[in-house]
């Protein structure tokens, strides 16, 4: 089965073919046009702006994802794009040439919940001993827009063990660099400058660190950030004093999620009596000292880490077109009044109110 994948969500516009050959997944394209160099001016992804941009290239990363493949249409099983949640501009754009496609080429349409292609990656990628991930396993899953701890049973199937009352981690990432005047996207340059600071310096905050339960909170750490900036003595602010907050922000962020983590850990011990790996996926997974920290704690407690490879945890075609295989191949998918959602919670109940004490 080969399935074609569209992403428009954010800042990146992407198209993949992934295919299923027994248990394994194949990626045979993999298309991904960023919008760094329109958003940077503003410090930050303009809704407007990326779904503009989403329009002027999406037909051409299509393509390129056809050639690289080296297939045509007619050999396509399925079409597959983001239904959300996201910027609405940008999910309308994806959803809509979706659409256009099934139609056209008489192929089923899969509308993709964009958190589910996140944790989902890992059962195309797989890990270092076989091709294939099972159920249940658990998930943390950390992006620009989204923190979240979930028991993953099975396709459509989730379980919130926790998730952020205010602000993501990745954000808290980007609006640090923001204060620094690290410049977009933030994440990966708060990283590279943390390996060159001291991140015992600056006594920054924990939020939630210590207390029971799985939930996150960044905004009294980003909060903090900038009164530490504001505190420094006045001017430029120096190379070392940014390398510093940069390492004590990164380390106390890791804190945190390690800290929120351990506790989801045990209860999805209690909840899963066979247990099952941890997984990290979504943009943020991609941060190293990140993930080493969350090693160290699935190690603790006996499981095994997988992490999709750092380039299949930004926001990208394939795992939006393995999502769409996935669900296509238990039969399900959309019709084509399906309506993009800029919200779509993978876990829509409230099961925090049942899980273990």
Known sequence: MIVLGIETSC???????VTKDGECGRILSNVVRSQHSEHKPYGGVVPE????????VIDDTIKEAMREAELHFDQIDGIAATGGPGLIGGVMVGTMMGKALSFALSLPFIAVNHLEAHALTVRLTGDENRCNVDFPYILLLVSGG?????????IGQYRCLGTTIDDAVGEAFDKTAKML?????????VEKIAAKGNSARFSLPRPMMGRTGCDFSFSGLKTKVRQTINSLPP????????ADLCASFQEAAC???ADRSENAL????????????FVVAGGVAANAAIRARLKKIATIKSLQFIAPPIHLCTDNGAMVAWAGLEKL??????????RPRPRWPLDPGDPKLNLPE
């Open 266 to 277: 045990d209860i999805f011990l209690q909840l899963y009596s066979k247990g099952g790996p």
């Open 235 to 242: 001017g430029e602010l120096k190379q070392e004093d940014i």
């Open 181 to 189: 005047g690290l410049g977009y996207p933030g994440g990966p340059e």
């Open 146 to 154: 989204h923190c979240q701890l979930l028991a993953v049973e099975g």
């Open 255 to 257: 804190d945190v999620l």
């Open 329 to 338: 191949l238990l039969g399900e998918s959309d019709d084509l009044d399906f």
């Open 11 to 17: 800042d990146e516009t992407a198209a993949a073919i």
């Open 49 to 56: 702006v990326a779904a503009r941009a989403h329009v002027e």
